[in-house]
Each structure stands twice: as structure tokens, then as C-alpha cells.
């Protein structure tokens, strides 16, 4: 192989030019024509030559022409509920990301992940090879619905949809109950991929502001009347960007407004398995009656691999399986099922969790001091996750600050990508997992500092 | 484990009650802590006991209370295009399917995805834990980017974008370009597929009947005069159901009038890899102008590694990257994406689909010999791929047939699922692969006799 590329590169073979007969090379470099023949295919896989049918390997006709340009972070673009999405995940891994919304890679399990591949490598070819079930993976489905029992939600197996991602599970239950037009109430603040979630869908959002509590009871009754919304989306137990949970009043009141508005709630139960114990929850309470349950691990087990899932009424199920193959033919590989269900019955898994919990805790004190020191301080002290929800100090623009940082490589999550409202200036989300690099700090308190100083050429001492 | 398995079965140990501490069992049995410590795990992993932080280990308070009744076929359904879909996935392995849309496991190249597995256990963690990018996997986008120049289609990486299946990859597109309402042209016969992708997409379907040689052109220009479809979606080569491929000539025209039209054409180049000889592409002759291309490796590598792709314009690319964010946070699991990637570069890829091609051409000759046995012809010789669209003889009801082999549980296409204006009836798409089991034939043969047999008690001789 590497004497037919230095021959290439140094022009001796040129595009077009036959390569040697695999018997006749074998012969020259006294090994074996299989040697030859598997060494001619590696080059063919790689596009250097090309195989021709019947006549023999050529020389590739023409180089790959295009320089790969690959994405790095778009410094000019629009600070929107996608900016965070897209600056995070094109940044690169080694990038300080404290606007992220995942765990670094060394806190995820990864002996386990690796355990199970090579288990994997073993396994019958229909799973390496098929489609799978319309439903995904009856293993996974039947621990999934041990789970939710374990919460003290009764789900059967039937009853559990797996999807490509929960951000899938939750596109699909939309596409199940949304027409364009529609009206859905989010938090406010709420997950920015709930909007732009929402956007696509073509769907008027309105926001219910959000207290430590859960949404604000009098807004919630208030826009239900104005707005007679389709769906309410939201998350129960560390609410996203917050990291607050609702109370048990609060819930038991937004299910009882619920059913006199005719409301459908979709729970994105994503954080369940970070809380230091079991808090309230719609789905719960309503007994999957009027409450959809979405939920999955790429925050606990690993986002590499991409599967969700829906818990919901069986008639719902039903139409949701049949549109899930409408759409994108079955749900997540069958590959990354099975690898998800052999670290979920790992025996270390419940030790992976308790130990996560544990170093989010003491990450959460740290990072809190550290921001403490900025004169930044958390809107309400969560129970448990990776998020602090913030008001930076002297009413600084946290879009202005995340803007100044991606240009030193640094990712933030600014509060209004997070607001229908747009009243969440000065707050910002720190993922308390990506802020261990002393420099984020030292970062965020230079750009600060200058962002609450009083502008040059202005108005002057008092 | 086994031993306080037989304690919980025997109701010797019965829901609440406390098991014996770890460093109790562990001295009884004469085994180290750890080694209880991790059999617990496993117990707790599978939720026949539950652990209490702090307080020990617990028998789980209620067993699992669902049966498990897995989804089999559903001999009640509605013959409708979703019904070989879920009828396909739901059969179980064991089932012969001849209606089915993929090849048989032991087809595809199992040796190349174990060996990928085992490499891949040993990638870097952020490999096996991390969302990876917002387009997806660099190496596997130059390689498509690669595979489209070389079928003469010039695509740098850039415009390639990973999606989490083929069917996403056109429901994407879908998404971008269509609203509720806009009409969309499709061959008639189509894929059953695409219309439930338009259904979910509350579009207007119209068919245009398809020729060996492409679509009926006359119809084509009339529809596009008439309906003013804002998309043509069609499969160029090996087109599906007919195995038929657009001629030169065709392409042309189509091209010509979609640009006079302002039409816009989505080609699922699904089965490229299975044509002996490259024949024209809509997108390559347009060169990406107005027409994108989708596919996926789901035929020819495995279906259990859901990845699909779109080359298409770069503004496009853009626009359909934000919105694959917005649905689905990203696209397919980086893991996978690895997984295709290695086995696209392995030495053994080019055999592997040489063979298929070799195989696929002796099984379309013998089962066609077979079918020739029960009055059964191909309407269209294929180049290749793996279906034959056949006309059953004494005009069968092709649906009556299918609904009544799924009792003797064998898997049929009928021709209606394929057609917008269900002039099918007696069609019927035969996948040759799995058809080796000589059970079909005679299954079908059987069922065929019975239906083209005067009704008893009918009109009676002549």
C-alpha cells in the first residue's frame, strides 16, 4: 500500500494508469496474491484507485477535490434558541463549555460502554444487521417500564415507545397532537430546543413565568382562558435552565387546571435519574390519563448513544408507533438499544449514578463559590443536576458576554435563548460539570468586569 | 444471586424485607464483599431488590405487574401503506418475508460489523459519550462526499448532512420545504413509505403513472400544469417497486420541465450501490441545483445502524442542519456513524458488495423461474436490486392474498400499498432475497389457486 501511495504521489503513477496485476505483484514483492488482492481493496476503500470490473485496478481518475472545511463555531450568528445547540456542538471537545447541556466525557461510564461494545461484537447477526421491532427493543422497553414503576408509575412494556432521541420522542407526540397554528404554553424560562422544537412545528408559544415552585398558578389558570392551548411542555424535576421542582400543590393544581381546560401535558422527564430523591411528577399523579412522559440517558449513560423514549396512553402509543414509521421507518438502531440495555443491567449502573450524584453535589458547591467571588449568585439552590440558573451582577447582557466568550473559545448559555419573553437579560445557565477549567472563571470575569464598567466618554463621575 | 432468587421465589424472603448485610453474606459464604457487593447490583439492576441509600438492601416491594405481551403481527389491520411496514418489522426473524424491504441477516457483511465493534470499544471516550457534531461524523461525510463524486456527482463534505435514518433524511427535507396543504408528486406505483411520510405531512399526494423507462411524461407535464407541485419525490435507479430505472432521455425531460416548472425533486438514491453499471441520476445531471439527493447504507452494510444522508445545495444544508437540531438535537449516534465509516473503509466493502450484486442476480433468476411456475411474470426486467414487481395471473386480489399468508404467517407486498390511485389490485412486489424458502411458493401457490377458483355456488358452468 505504501509503495503504490508514494508512487501516486510522486506522479510515477498518474490517474488513469493500470496497477500492477495482483498475481504479478505477489510475485514481485514475494507474498501472497490474497496480501496483494486485500491491499488493492483497503487503497479502493479509500478512493485512491479505482476497481474495474473484469479489467483490473486503475489509478483513481481524479483527487477528492474539495478542501475539507470542517464546521467550527459560527461567530457571527444570531444569538437564537438554536445559538447554544449548534455553538456546543460544533466547539469541539476540547473547548470549555459551561453553556452546554451534558456532562464532560470522563464522568460518563465508559468501562461500561466498552464492556458492553465488546459484548455486542458477540451478538447474534439479527442484531447486528435488522431493523428490529416497530415498538425498539423489548429488553429495553421492559426496563424502562421497571423504572417508571420504580417511581411509582405503572407503564407496561407495550405502553413504551422507544425513539431516535427524546428530542424525537418529543417532535413525535407533536406531530401526534399539534396542527400548525396551535397554541402551547412552555415555561418561561424553558429549555431553548422547546422553541425552536415549537417553531418548527409552525406553533403560536406562549410562556408562563416560572417560579421556584413550578409555573406561576395565577399566569397558568390566566393563559389557559386566553390562549386555550393544546399542550403544556415542560420539565417537572430539575427544570431546565432553572434546576427548581415542582412542588406537590403546584403539580396537583396544574393537573386539575389541566383537566378543566381539556390540557395535554408532555413531561421531558430527562434529569429524573440526578435527583438525590424521588420529587413529584404530572405523569405520576395523572396516571399517564392526560400526561405524556418522555424521557432518556444521553445525560446519565452516554449521547453517543441516541435513543428516547415515550410512555404514554396505548391508543396514543399505537398512533405514535405507526407515525414513527411513517417517518423515520423504526426508531433508534437496534445496535445502540441493546448497548443501552446491557449498561442499564450492568451491575456497575447504580453505582455510575449514585457516584454522579455525589461529584455534581460537591461540583455544585464549588462552582457556586467560584461564581460567588463574580458577585453572581443562583436564582434558587437545586436539589441536584448540573445547572445554576443566574443573575449576573450590575444588569450586565448575558447575550453580549456569550458573544464576547465564544470568540476566546469559551461557550455560555445566555437567559433569553431560554425566554419567550425576553426578560431574561442578566440571567445566564452554568452547567457545573464543564466549569473544573479554572480558566472559564477567570474568562467570565474579565468579560464581566467590562461589561458593567461604565462606558469611556460617558457621563463622568457623579 | 441465585441463591436469593430461590429465597424470593420460595417466599423465604418476601417484598420489604431487609437482606443480609454485605459483609454479613460475604463472611457466611466465604466470598469478599465485593463479590456480594456486585451480585446485589446485579439483583438490584434486573429490580428484584431495591437499594436504600444508607439503609441497605431491600426485597423490591411489588414484582413486575405487566405481562409481557410483545407486539406480533397484526392480523386485524387494515391493508393500508403502513401495513408491510409494521406487518415486516413485527414478524419476528424466523418469518419468510417476501414483502419485506431489506435482505436476509446473514446477506450482509456480519464479519466487517464485529470487527468495527470490537475497534470501536477502544475509540476514544468522547466517541462513546459524546453528541459528536451538529452534521455529523467528518470521516463519514467525506466518504459519502467521496462515493457521490465518484458517481459523477460533485458534493464536498460540507453539503452532506448525517441524519438519524434514510426516512429521516426525506422527512427533513419535507419538513424544510413543505406546509400542510402543498401537493407533491409521486410515481405510481411509489414506495409505500413515501406516502406516509406525506400523509404525516398533511400534504396533497399526486401520481403519475411510472414507465420502464421513468415517469409517463405526457402525465408528468400535465400534472405539474394542473396540480403546481412544489416537489417530485422518486427513486432514479432500481426504482422501488418496479426495480425499473429512469432512461437518459427521461431524465432530461423531467429536469427540463421541473425547471420550467419551478418544481423541486427529492431522489432516494436507496439502492445505488445494487446497479451493475451507473445510469443516469436526476441529481447528477442537475447537479444539485434543484434536485437532492438522500440514501442510506441500511440495504447493503445493516439496518441496525440507523444513518441516513442529504447532499443537497449549502444554503439548504444549513437550513435543514438548524432544523435537525431543533428535532432531534443531532443526527445519528456518533457510535454508529464510526461503525458505518469503518466498514465502508474495510478491505472487504467492495467484495462484500460484489457478492451481493452476484447473488442477488441468481436469485432473481430462480425465483423469477419459480414465480414463471405459478403464472406469475415480472412486469420489468430489473438490472438489480432485489424486487420484482409482478403481476399476478387471472387478476388475484393481490391485498386478499397478503391478508391471508399473514395467517400462515408469511409476509406479502400487495400492489395497492404502492399506489396513490390503487389501480394495483392484482400486483404484487416480491423481495428475491427471501424468497430462498420454498415454503413461499408453495404457500402462495396454494392461495393463488384459491382465489382465482370460481366462487362454489357461483354461476356455474357456461
Redesign the interface.
Known sequence: MNDIRRRITSRALVAGDKLPSVRGCAARLGVSPSTVA??Y??L????II??R?GAGFFVAA?P????????GPQLAREVDP?WV??QS??AG?DAPKPGCG?LP??W?P?AA??RA??A???AP???????????GA?GLR?HI??LL??QGL?C???QVLLT?????AL?LVC?MLL??GDTVLVDDPCYF?FQ??L??H?IRIVGVPYTPEGPDLDRFEAALGKHRPRLYLTNSALHNPTGATISAPVAHRVLALAAQHDLIIVEDDIFAAFEPDLSPRLATLDGLERVVRTGSF?KTL??????GYIAARGDWIEAL???Q??????G?????AE?LHAV????????HL?ALRNRLSRCRAETQSQLADLGIRPWVQPRGGFYLWCELPGGADAAAIARAALQEGLVLAPGNVFSVSQSMTPFMRFNVSQMQDRSCGRILGRLLEAATRRPPGGQGEP
Open positions: 486485500e491491499a481493496d483497503v479502493a476503500a479509500e478512493g479505482l476497481a470490473r481524479k477528492q477535490p474539495f478542501a475539507v472545511s470542517e464546521t438554536l445547540a449548534r456542538l460544533d471537545t451534558w466525557e470522563d460518563m465508559v460502554l466498552r461494545m465488546r455486542l461484537a458477540a447477526d439479527a442484531v447486528l444487521t435488522e431493523y428490529g421491532s416497530s415498538k423489548a421492559r417500564s421497571r414503576f420504580d405503572a407496561p412494556p407495550d431516535g432521541s427524546g428530542s424525537q417532535d406531530r396542527r400548525p430546543n425552536a422544537l417553531r418548527a409552525q444521553s452516554s449521547a453517543s448513544l441516541r435513543c408507533t405507526d407515525l414509521v411513517a417517518v423515520n421507518f423504526s433508534p438502531s437496534p445496535m445502540v448497548l442499564l443491567t450492568d451491575g456497575s449502573c447504580r453505582k449514585e
